[in-house]
């Protein structure tokens, strides 16, 4: 079955950076678009981006542009997202999904 | 932005009784290829976002039939025959025809 396992909780300083995984199974990674969304505290959600992982191919959400950077690495079907400059305004849980499959989420807080 | 407007924010029911959440959309879903990407999505309390609906009425293959979406262009609806306890959670619609993607601010339904 389709499994999309993402990495943990991360807290993190303000003006740096961090580097979350979504590892894919159950199905042709290289096949389906892999989104990311982001969800503040107690609120709804926002969708960052995609990556297209057979070409590396991106659309994003305007806002998210210079924030976020979307990758893939093929041989371990794993998607990564990398979040820039973090201020408080970054701290959320962040989502992967694959058509209608979500991961469990990341938990990023940034506080000094 | 397409804008995504739910109502009510919340619903309070008895099990047994029947839901009814509306979403509009700010433009038109139908997009060029004749599909219209309206889905629908539950949250439950502490958990990741689970797939309900998609392409506005089309119920994916776990989700029970007391379930179903209606509607077209910009005005949908989802409706629960009638509630069980495993249906309370926090439902957003959300848009795949347009970028960005974006989703409904949410509609919580509480039990009785």
């Known amino acids: 079955q389709v499994k999309l396992l993402q990495s943990g909780a991360a807290l993190v300083k303000p003006g740096a950076s961090v580097k979350m995984s979504c590892k894919a199974s159950g199905y042709t990674f290289t096949d389906y678009w892999v989104s990311w969304v982001k969800q503040s505290h107690g609120k709804s959600l926002e969708w960052i981006g995609e990556?297209?992982?057979?070409?590396?191919?991106?659309n994003f959400n305007e806002k998210f542009k210079g924030k976020a950077t979307l990758t893939v690495d093929k041989s371990t079907s794993t998607a990564y997202m990398e979040l820039s400059r973090l201020t408080s305004e970054d701290s959320a849980i962040y989502y992967c999904?694959?058509?209608?499959?979500w991961g469990q989420g990341t938990l990023v807080t940034v506080s000094s | 932005d397409v804008v995504m407007t739910q109502t009510p924010v919340s619903l309070s029911l008895a099990i047994g009784q029947p839901a009814s959440i509306s979403c509009k959309s700010s433009?038109?879903?139908?997009?060029?290829?004749?599909?219209?990407?309206l889905n629908w999505i539950l949250q439950r309390p502490g958990q990741s976002p689970k797939r309900l609906i998609y392409?506005?009425?089309k119920l994916y293959s776990e989700v029970p039939d007391r379930f179903s979406g209606s509607g077209s262009e910009t005005e949908f609806t989802l409706k629960i025959s009638r509630v069980e306890a495993e249906d309370l959670g926090v439902y957003y619609c959300w848009q795949g025809t347009h970028f960005p993607y974006t989703f409904g601010a949410g509609t919580k339904l509480e039990l009785k």
């Open positions: 990556i297209y992982p057979n070409s590396g191919a991106t």
């Open positions: 433009q038109s879903l139908l997009g060029t290829s004749g599909k219209t990407f």
């Open positions: 392409q506005v009425s």
């Open positions: 999904t694959r058509s209608a499959y």
